[in-house]
């Protein structure tokens, strides 16, 4: 017999199955032989990885709270931000409650902002977050900052310091921007702490408001684009501009960007 069909053979046995005359399989039997070193390796680094790798997934609640929504290349918020309890504010009811004070409906609004009515539609019901760009185009046409937006009338006015449980989130998808002194009126100026996680940037719009603004990178790679200039930053770098000139920030490291900022006067 040739050697090509003797497993064949031997995979098989001829026996007449109640009359039918047809062929009944005959498995072979599983081998007994101990499964090899790399084998036994694999099998542990597969679960070793599975259980211990870390899962960046977006968080979702209803009705979503402001900086909750992912839209980053991120792909989700980092726990170097949720880790830290923050003072949420609902954006959409307080927007909401600005454009009916001046007057404004969704599509004069919308109209004046240089934006989609479906944007401020979905805003005010919480069903999108919006870039930072985005939101400063809306709070422009009402002749609010981030930080009178995000000034709670309920919060006092004489505190001193600040638990980072007080320091309301002012930014969009992956970006965290903390604002110090959410409960000072008519401020002078905005103390700002700003996190980037790898990827995250302010939006594809260039920012541009008035007044000046400067910073230094405390973590972390940041890029930062003024006007035509580029540059990336690290730790203990620095930088200050007239804040009028288009800018945008991305952090293009692999780990979080934190910033230390300040903004005056504070229209951002």
């Known amino acids: ?8 053979c031997d995979s098989r046995v001829r026996a007449r199955a109640a009359g039918t005359g047809k062929l009944r399989e005959r498995h072979p039997r599983p081998s007994s032989r101990p499964p090899t070193p790399w084998l036994v390796f694999s099998i542990i680094v597969l679960r070793v990885y599975k259980n211990q790798l870390p899962s960046y997934r977006a968080v979702a609640t209803f009705p979503p709270v402001w900086n909750n929504a992912c839209t980053s290349k991120a792909g989700g918020r980092f726990d170097t931000v949720k880790s830290h309890p923050t003072l949420h504010f609902d954006i959409g009811k307080r927007l909401k409650e600005n454009r009916v004070k001046h007057g404004l409906s969704q599509r004069a609004l ?3 902002a240089g934006v989609t009515n479906g944007l401020i539609s979905q805003i005010e019901q919480n069903s999108i977050s919006p870039s930072i760009a985005s939101l400063k185009k809306i709070l422009d046409v009402l002749s609010m900052s981030l930080a009178d937006f995000f000034t709670s009338d309920d919060l006092p006015v004489t505190d001193f310091f600040y638990e980072r449980k007080r320091l309301p ?3 969009s998808g992956d970006v965290a921007i903390f604002l110090v002194g959410a409960g000072v009126r008519h ?3 905005s103390v700002l702490h700003e996190i980037y996680p ?10 541009s408001h008035a007044g000046e603004e400067g910073g230094v990178i405390t973590k972390g790679r940041i890029e930062i684009t003024v006007a035509d200039d580029v540059k990336i930053l690290g730790p203990g770098d620095a930088y200050y501009f007239e804040s009028r000139l288009p800018h945008r920030f991305r952090n293009i490291g692999k780990v979080p960007c934190e910033i230390v900022s300040a903004n005056s006067p504070p229209t951002f």
């Not at 017999?1 to 064949?8: C, I, R």
């Not at 790898?198 to 920012?207: I, K, V, W």
């Open 1 to 8: 017999m040739p050697a090509s069909l003797a497993p064949q």
């Open 110 to 112: 919308a109209r004046k």
């Open 169 to 171: 989130d002012l930014g």
């Open 187 to 189: 401020r002078a100026m």
């Open 198 to 207: 790898p990827g995250a940037d302010t939006g594809p719009q260039m920012l």
